[in-house]
C-alpha cells in the first residue's frame, strides 16, 4: 500500500515492552500491532542465576558459590550461596553486562524451584527463605540506583518470593518488580510496595492441563488486558502461546488489540475476524467458536495459574488432563464442532479460507482424539470388558497414527499451508505425551495395546501380587545378589507405569527372616557408562535423590492404605531420603494426610555398578521394628510398590522414564495408593 508522505502518528502504547511472544511473526505484524520493535529489557524467562553464575562454569572450580544442601556443596541444581559475596559480585556484573549492551532494563531472579543454601551466614540474613532473597536483592538494586541511576532492575516475584517482603518498606525508583502472580487482592497488596510493575502471564502453554489444547476466550482477554491497564502494568512477559493457532487464533487477535488499544469494541473486533478469516463459512465459524468459548469461560479458574484472570471461578475440578478434557470436550460438544466444521468446508471448499479452515480442523482433530480416548477409558472402567477395551485401544491408536501424521521421515514436524507448526514445535516424543507439567498425558495413551491384546490381559482388573518366602541362609547386603537364596525367590519384574512399552529391564526379588525385609532389585542399563561416570551425585540423607536414576519403596504393612513407608536409594551408597505418609490421623494436624519427611527408619542400602554387564543393583534391608510391626507370619499380606526413574537416557533434558511394578493407571505418579499390589508372606 501507499501511505502519504507527510503520514506522522504519535501515540504513547498502554503497554511499551511485551516479551518472548509467538504473536511477534515478523517487523510488519510488530509495527501493525502496534509492538515497540526495540526491546528495553533484558529478561532471563524468568531466572537470571543460570546465567549469572552457570555451574558449568564454576561448579567444579567455585564449589563455594553453590547452595549447601543437606551438609553437600551442590551445583547440579545452580541453586547458589547467595550470602556469598563472589555470588553477589557475579550477580552484579551480570546485571552490568545488559544494561552495557544497551538495554534499559536487567532482570534479577533466583533459580526456578529454588532450594536455599543452608549456610550459617545464609541462615543469618533472615529465618524467612523469600525474605533471604528479597534482601539481597534489594541490595544490589541499591548498589545499581548509585552507580547507575538511569537503570531499572527487574525483581522477580516468583514461589516463595510471592508476596510482599516484610523486611522492606518500600523498593527504590529503579525497581521493577515482576508480578507472576497478580490475582486483585496480591496486585492491592504489591501497590504499597513499589512504583512499577511487569507482569508474567501464565495464558498459554502446554504446561496447562489442558496441553495442546485451547484454553482462554476473547473476553478472559479482555477482562486481563484492563485489569493490567488500571493497575499501571507497563510491561508483559508472556510465557508460552501458539500452541493451538487453529482453535486459540481468535483470542490471540483480540488480546493484540487490546494491548494496542485495552478500550475497544472486542466483539466488533472479533466479528471482523470471523468475517475477513472465513468468508462465505462466517455462520458456521462463529459458531463453532461461540460454542467453544461457551465451555472454556470457565477454565480460567481451575487451571494451576487460572486465578490470575479476575473474576475468574472455579468449577472444583482436579488437575488432571482427564478430568479437564472430559469436562470442556464433552461428545454433545465434539458432535456440534465437528458440524459446524463440516458445514464451513462445504461453503468455503478451496482457496485461502480452505487452508485456514484446514488448521482449524487439525487443531479440532488433535483435541477430539484425546478427549475421546478419556471419554472411552471411562466407559472401560465402568465395564472393563473386551468390547470396551477394543473401542478404547482403536481410539488410543487412532489418535497415535493422527499425532505420527504430522511430522516428516525423520521426525522434522511438517509445516502445512505456511501456517506456524503444530505442538509449539516439540519433536514426536513431546507431541504424544500431549503437554508438560500438569498437561502430560498418562494411561492410557501409552498402553501397549497390542501386546495387552495379544496376552489377553485387561488392564487394572486384577491385582498385582508378589509372594516372598523366608530367607534360608543368611545375607550379606553388599549390593550383588550372589547370595543362593536370591535364587529360590520368585522374581518379578517392573514395567512401565501406565502399560506402555518396556525399554530397559528391572528386577526385583524378596525375602524375609525373623528381624529384616530384604528387597534385591536389579537395574538394566546400556547407558552404564553415562552412570559410571560423574552422572550420579551424593544427595546425602532426604536429599533430592528422586532427581537422578533411583528406586523408590513404598510399604504400607497393615495394609489398610491409610498409612505407607517412602524409601528412595541408587547405587550410591549414603544417598537415600525417607518419609512416612499417614502418621499423622488428627485433622488438625499440619502433616495430616501429607508425608512426614523427618520421619528416619534404620534401613540401609549398597549398591553397584556393573559396567561389564551393563546394570547396575541395589540391595535393601529395612528391620520390621523401623517401620513400628513385629515379623509377619506366613499368609500376612501389606500393600506395596516400587519405582524406578530412569534420567538417563535423556541426560535430564524432560521428565525421566518411570517403571513400576504394579502400574499406575491413572496418573505418572508412584504415590497413587489405589496402584498398591500384595505382597504376600509364605
Partial sequence: PNFPADLDLRWEPTFPWIANSSFRQGEGYNLNTHFKAS???????????????????????????????????????????????????????????????????????????????????????????????????DKLAKRLAKERPEAKVIIIAYSITAEPPQTIERFGKNVIIELCSYTPTNMAAWQKKADAFMVYTYNWGYYHTIGFGPKTTPEMAARQIRFFRDNSIKAIYVCGNGE???????????????????????????????????????VPMRAFYAALHDRLKLYGGIGRWGDQLPGAKSVGLARRPEDHYTYFFPPTLLKALGGYLARAKELEPEGVVSKRLGLVERNFQCVSDVATVFHLYRAYQLRPNWNSFDALADAI????????????????????????????????????????????????????????????????VSTRKLRITRATAPIKADGRLDEAVWQTTQADSLGEIGMGKVTVKTQVRMVYDDKDLYLGIVCDEPLIDRLSSDWWKNHGRDGKVYTQDSLEIFLDPVGDLRQYYHLICSAIPDSKYDAAFGLHQDPIHPLYNKSDRDWNGKWTSKGIIDTQAKRWSVEVVIPFESLGVSAPSKGSIWKMNLGRERFVQNAHRGDPELYMWSPNLEERSFHSLAAFGDLVFE
Fill in 39 to 137: 526491546i528495553p529489557f533484558a529478561t532471563y524467562g524468568g531466572h537470571s542465576y543460570y546465567s549469572a553464575v552457570p555451574k558449568d562454569t564454576y561448579g567444579k572450580t567455585n564449589p563455594a558459590y553453590f547452595a549447601l544442601i543437606s551438609g553437600t556443596r551442590n551445583s547440579s541444581q545452580n541453586h547458589l550461596c547467595i550470602s556469598n559475596q563472589a555470588v553477589q559480585e557475579l550477580l552484579y556484573k551480570e546485571m552490568l553486562k545488559k544494561l552495557d549492551e544497551g538495554f534499559e532494563a536487567v532482570e534479577l531472579a533466583q533459580t526456578d524451584g529454588y532450594i536455599p543454601c543452608e549456610c550459617a551466614p545464609c541462615q543469618a540474613i533472615h529465618p524467612d527463605v523469600g525474605e533471604k532473597l528479597w534482601i539481597v536483592h
Fill in 244 to 282: 493451538s493457532w487453529g482453535l486459540e487464533g481468535p483470542v490471540y487477535y483480540i488480546w493484540n488489540r487490546l494491548v494496542d488499544d485495552p478500550d475497544c469494541d472486542w466483539e466488533a473486533e472479533l466479528d471482523d475476524y470471523y468475517r475477513s478469516a472465513f468468508g462465505d463459512a462466517y
Fill in 397 to 460: 491408536k487412532q489418535r497415535d497414527a493422527r499425532v505420527r501424521s504430522f511430522f516428516e521421515v525423520g521426525g522434522k514436524l511438517a509445516e502445512i499451508d505456511g501456517f506456524p507448526a503444530m505442538f509449539a514445535r516439540q519433536g514426536v516424543k513431546g507431541a504424544l505425551v500431549g503437554g508438560r507439567m500438569t498437561g502430560t498425558l498418562s494411561s492410557p495413551f501409552f498402553w501397549d495395546v497390542d501386546l495387552l491384546r495379544e496376552k489377553r490381559v485387561l488392564p487394572g
